[in-house]
């Protein structure tokens, strides 16, 4: 039988259709707003069945500022500024900045403690044949120091990136099987707390402060296992925070001030942890 004239035209019309398009390889079908429980599950499991195969169980978390950079970098930051601030000296935005890179040069200490903790935790067994795998938010700052780390100690390292209109990409420092870019939020916590082991918070503004008391609230209300909780700069965060005044006030109870401990060095961080774990074996391994 001949086929009609048009026909084949017509069928080739229809095969590029976006109706005839595979659902799971159409993106605009995907980007519709009732496809987000799906988007979420995606976002859960791409990073979950990758870690999984990698073999990848325990996790130590290092939060802080991504506006933290190393000595080097700081002075940068504050030069240029300044250069651009002589060319508009009345510019109040520009001064507020300049005071602001002043004073963050003098934080650039933290980037060295992170880089040096994320070496040392690498390569250190905390308990039992167990080392923790870097993870943090793969951006720059106090993230990309704790990946430096790791990365210049031969060990790999995570980074959960965060799609943001004024966030920058990830840091070069993480390992690329371990890349992760996310949309939402609430699955990025996820993946952070899953599989961590210890927390070590460098200090930060609204986005650590969020990370860190999202983790604080699930050891506290029992729906995360305990674990090593290290606040990294007493001066800062005892100035920042009165926690001791949450308790007086009656807000939290004074045990939950024995959630967390403070420590100056990457060294510190390290006893922090293993001494945690001295006391509470992972998964009922016997104390040593």
Not at 16 to 42: G, H, I
Not at 93 to 104: C, E, I, M, P
Not at 181 to 201: G, I, N, S
Not at 274 to 283: A, E, G, L, M, S
């Amino acid at each position: 039988m001949k086929k009609q004239p048009g026909i084949s035209k017509k069928i080739l019309a229809l095969r590029k259709s976006k109706a005839y398009r595979k659902a799971y390889a159409d993106e605009e079908f995907l980007s519709r707003d009732e496809l987000r429980p799906v988007r979420l599950q995606l976002e859960l499991l791409k990073p979950e069945m990758t870690l999984a195969e990698y073999g990848v169980k325990s996790t130590v978390v290092v939060f802080g500022s991504a506006r933290i950079w190393d000595k080097k970098q700081s002075a940068a930051r504050a030069a240029e500024i300044s250069a651009l601030l002589k060319k508009n000296p009345n510019d109040k935005v520009l001064k507020n900045k300049l005071a602001s890179a002043k004073r963050l040069k003098a934080s650039s200490r933290y980037y060295e403690v992170a880089r040096d903790f994320g070496r040392l935790v690498s390569t250190t067994e905390i308990s039992r044949d167990r080392k923790l795998v870097v993870v943090t938010g793969g951006g720059p700052g106090i993230m990309e120091a704790a990946n430096r780390g790791a990365h210049e100690a031969g060990e790999k390292s995570i980074g959960l990136n965060i799609t943001l209109n004024m966030e920058q990409g990830p840091n070069p420092y993480v390992s690329p099987e371990f890349c992760f870019r996310f949309h939402y939020f609430a699955v990025r916590k996820m993946h952070f707390v899953m599989r961590a082991r210890a927390l070590v918070v460098f200090p930060g503004g609204f986005g650590t402060m969020d990370e860190m008391f999202e983790v604080l609230t699930l050891v506290q209300t029992g729906k995360k296992s305990s674990l090593p909780i290290v606040l990294v700069g007493e001066d800062y965060w005892t100035d920042v925070m009165n926690f001791r005044n949450m308790a007086k006030w009656g807000y939290i109870s004074t045990e939950d001030l024995k959630l967390f401990s403070f420590a100056e060095s990457g060294a510190e961080i390290v006893k922090r942890i293993q001494d945690f774990y001295k006391v509470n074996p992972i998964n009922g391994e016997r104390k040593k």
